[in-house]
């Protein structure tokens, strides 16, 4: 009784995984059999970002003129349509369509067209939706021609079904995107093999690791004013000072993030001769960090100030100096960066001076053997070009300094960060989308596809101003010690999110994102 009740539980649980229906194209071939077949098969192809009441009546009418289904999607990398498309990975795209009862397999089509697997299936009947046959006024579209031809050559028949409903995927993402960033991160976890137990070792691990940071120090002040409201001649506001904070930015919060995750960090930079250098060593002194400042008697210590009113940010005001380090600047960097023994380099480049053309070959050819290679310059109030860091293990730029890096205003996310990733010559590229989350490139293998995103995760935004930061240091140091980019992308994702929850450029502790973790686990567990 007991082992004939086990058993009607394990059928259950089995009937009811719909990723059994996901085959191969060559296990679909295997099941339906060569033609001509005694039971007939009919396939439809399609995006699918969001599976809505059009598709399903496309779908049932195709199920009723044939034994089987057969429900074809577009892979990811040939969706390029619309920007941030996908919104839905192609795994989630084929669960959806798989827990459809009408649907009697998923195929993930791995060619920019179905043509390739009509070729190789021979389906009996391909259908098509009601528009592609009604907007051609001039015979069919190109495409669906080249179909029909490839179905006539063998016996194929294409049909045309219905159009009485049809709705759009892109005007509901559009309109309002359902948030799915949970199921979407169960999928990367699951076909990656990456567990929370091991997203938590990881954040252990960063403990001990050496990072050598250079790069650009930035004080970013806030200086909290109320509002007494205009000048009655000039359109002048007038605000109240009320007091100021200090935060040590730029590259040295960079070193913070690190230090603050377990990291031992060193820091060289170049500083002003004035008491914001001294506030600035103070600062890195408490949380230990081992720095190399270098004076500049002729610059200021770079200084942003913004100016905050009633919640709102009214003005802000720079205090810098931009002109190139002088020659003997760039020799103590570089003899710097030669003596140091280190898991972990990183370049962050606010383009303040450290950085340019002429500097950063010499300070890239100096690094330490076996030493990761990690760069990411910034496009603010001045333009860095994360191109000019060539050969990196990891870069992570922004979609702005994307886009100016490549010249490049018009091309969707996907292709322009594959492009980047190319041009760039890095082993892996984290895109960063603001609150849409992250793009990460990698060098595909059999084992593993080449790009996947991972969501936002922060709930609550009072802050956005240095969660790039974070995410830097920690995707570095899960990178450093796993290997892993998609661990090391989750990890700096899940820094990034607790940054944005928090007003003021301070280092991110580990703890917080242990409990943006669990959090986000329990998340997943309820999806």
Same mark, same amino acid.
């Given at each position: 009784?007991?082992?004939? +009740?086990?058993?009607?539980?394990?059928?259950?649980?089995?009937?009811?995984?719909?990723?059994?229906?996901?085959?191969?194209?060559?296990?679909?071939?295997?099941?339906?059999?060569?033609?001509?077949?005694?039971?007939?098969?009919?396939?439809?192809?399609?995006?699918?970002?969001?599976?809505?009441?059009?598709?399903?009546?496309?779908?049932?009418?195709?199920?009723?003129?044939?034994?089987?289904?057969?429900?074809?999607?577009?892979?990811? &990398?040939?969706?390029?349509?619309?920007?941030?498309?996908?919104?839905?990975?192609?795994?989630?795209? #084929?669960?959806?369509?798989?827990?459809?009862?009408?649907?009697?397999?998923?195929?993930?089509?791995?060619?920019?067209?179905?043509?390739?697997?009509?070729?190789?299936?021979?389906?009996?009947?391909?259908?098509?939706?009601?528009?592609?046959?009604?907007?051609?006024?001039?015979?069919?579209?190109?495409?669906?021609?080249?179909?029909?031809?490839?179905?006539?050559?063998?016996?194929?028949?294409?049909?045309?079904?219905?159009?009485?409903?049809?709705?759009?995927?892109?005007?509901?993402?559009?309109?309002?995107?359902?948030?799915?960033?949970?199921?979407?991160?169960?999928?990367?976890?699951?076909?990656?093999?990456?567990?929370?137990?091991?997203?938590?070792?990881?954040?252990?691990?960063?403990?001990?690791?050496?990072?050598?940071?250079?790069?650009?120090?930035?004080?970013?002040?806030?200086?909290?004013?109320?509002?007494?409201?205009?000048?009655?001649?000039?359109?002048?506001?007038?605000?109240?000072?009320?007091?100021?904070?200090?935060?040590?930015?730029? #590259?040295?919060?960079?070193?913070?993030?690190?230090?603050?995750?377990?990291?031992?960090?060193?820091?060289?930079?170049?500083? =002003?001769?004035?008491?914001?250098?001294?506030?600035?060593?103070?600062?890195? &002194?408490?949380?230990?960090?081992?720095?190399?400042?270098?004076?500049?008697?002729?610059?200021?210590?770079?200084?942003?100030?913004?100016?905050?009113?009633?919640?709102?940010?009214?003005?802000?005001?720079?205090?810098?100096?931009?002109?190139?380090?002088?020659?003997?600047?760039?020799?103590?960097?570089?003899?710097?960066?030669?003596?140091?023994?280190?898991? &972990?380099?990183?370049?962050?480049?606010?383009?303040?001076?450290?950085?340019?053309? +002429?500097?950063?070959?010499?300070?890239?050819?100096?690094?330490?053997?076996?030493?990761?290679?990690?760069?990411?310059?910034?496009?603010?109030?001045?333009?860095?070009?994360?191109?000019?860091?060539?050969?990196?293990?990891?870069?992570?730029?922004?979609?702005?300094? #994307?886009?100016?890096?490549?010249?490049?205003?018009?091309?969707?996310?996907?292709?322009?960060?594959?492009?980047?990733?190319?041009?760039?010559?890095?082993?892996?590229?984290?895109?960063?989308?603001?609150?849409?989350?992250?793009?990460?490139?990698?060098?595909?293998?059999?084992?593993?596809?080449?790009?996947?995103?991972?969501?936002?995760?922060?709930?609550?935004?009072?802050?956005?101003?240095?969660?790039?930061?974070?995410?830097?240091?920690?995707?570095?140091?899960?990178?450093?010690?796993?290997?892993?980019?998609?661990?090391?992308?989750?990890? =700096?994702?899940?820094?990034?999110?607790? +940054?944005?929850?928090?007003?003021?450029?301070?280092?991110?502790?580990?703890?917080?994102?242990?409990?943006?973790?669990?959090?986000?686990?329990?998340?997943?567990?309820?999806?």
């Amino acid at each position: 009784m007991v082992r004939r +009740a086990l058993r009607e539980v394990i059928t259950t649980v089995e009937h009811h995984d719909y990723r059994r229906k996901i085959k191969t194209r060559e296990e679909l071939l295997q099941i339906i059999g060569p033609r001509p077949r005694s039971r007939s098969v009919i396939m439809c192809h399609g995006t699918f970002d969001l599976v809505h009441p059009g598709h399903v009546r496309h779908m049932m009418y195709a199920k009723s003129k044939a034994d089987f289904l057969v429900v074809s999607l577009t892979c990811d &990398a040939h969706i390029g349509k619309a920007n941030f498309r996908p919104f839905v990975p192609q795994e989630l795209r #084929a669960m959806n369509l798989a827990a459809l009862e009408v649907v009697d397999y998923v195929l993930i089509d791995e060619h920019p067209t179905p043509v390739e697997n009509i070729k190789f299936l021979k389906p009996d009947y391909f259908a098509k939706g009601y528009s592609y046959f009604k907007d051609s006024k001039d015979g069919l579209h190109p495409k669906t021609r080249e179909e029909v031809e490839v179905l006539e050559s063998y016996g194929g028949e294409i049909i045309f079904t219905p159009g009485d409903v049809v709705f759009s995927s892109s005007a509901f993402l559009e309109h309002t995107p359902p948030n799915i960033a949970a199921e979407k991160l169960t999928t990367l976890m699951e076909s990656e093999g990456v567990t929370f137990e091991k997203l938590r070792a990881a954040l252990t691990s960063c403990a001990g690791v050496r990072v050598h940071v250079v790069g650009d120090t930035i004080v970013d002040s806030y200086a909290y004013c109320t509002p007494l409201g205009g000048m009655a001649k000039t359109p002048t506001l007038s605000l109240k000072y009320e007091r100021r904070a200090d935060f040590s930015g730029g #590259a040295a919060v960079v070193a913070k993030h690190l230090q603050k995750a377990g990291g031992t960090v060193r820091f060289s930079t170049v500083l =002003g001769e004035d008491p914001l250098k001294d506030f600035v060593l103070q600062d890195l &002194a408490s949380y230990g960090i081992a720095c190399d400042a270098f004076v500049d008697h002729t610059r200021p210590t770079t200084q942003k100030t913004v100016f905050i009113a009633g919640g709102y940010r009214v003005l802000k005001v720079d205090t810098l100096d931009n002109r190139p380090i002088s020659d003997k600047l760039l020799e103590q960097l570089v003899e710097a960066l030669s003596g140091s023994t280190t898991d &972990a380099v990183i370049f962050s480049d606010f383009r303040h001076g450290m950085f340019s053309r +002429a500097t950063i070959p010499q300070l890239t050819d100096c690094l330490p053997a076996g030493a990761l290679r990690v760069a990411d310059s910034q496009v603010a109030s001045r333009w860095g070009n994360i191109l000019d860091f060539q050969g990196c293990d990891l870069i992570t730029p922004n979609e702005r300094e #994307a886009r100016f890096a490549l010249g490049d205003q018009d091309s969707v996310i996907r292709p322009l960060a594959l492009d980047l990733y190319k041009k760039a010559g890095c082993k892996t590229l984290i895109l960063k989308l603001g609150d849409r989350g992250i793009l990460t490139y990698r060098a595909p293998n059999s084992d593993v596809r080449s790009f996947f995103t991972v969501d936002s995760f922060a709930e609550n935004v009072v802050d956005p101003v240095g969660s790039g930061d974070a995410l830097l240091a920690y995707s570095t140091l899960a990178l450093a010690t796993t290997g892993s980019q998609v661990i090391a992308s989750i990890l =700096g994702s899940m820094a990034a999110a607790v +940054a944005c929850e928090h007003e003021g450029n301070n280092p991110v502790d580990p703890a917080d994102v242990l409990k943006k973790l669990n959090a986000v686990e329990q998340r997943m567990e309820y999806a």
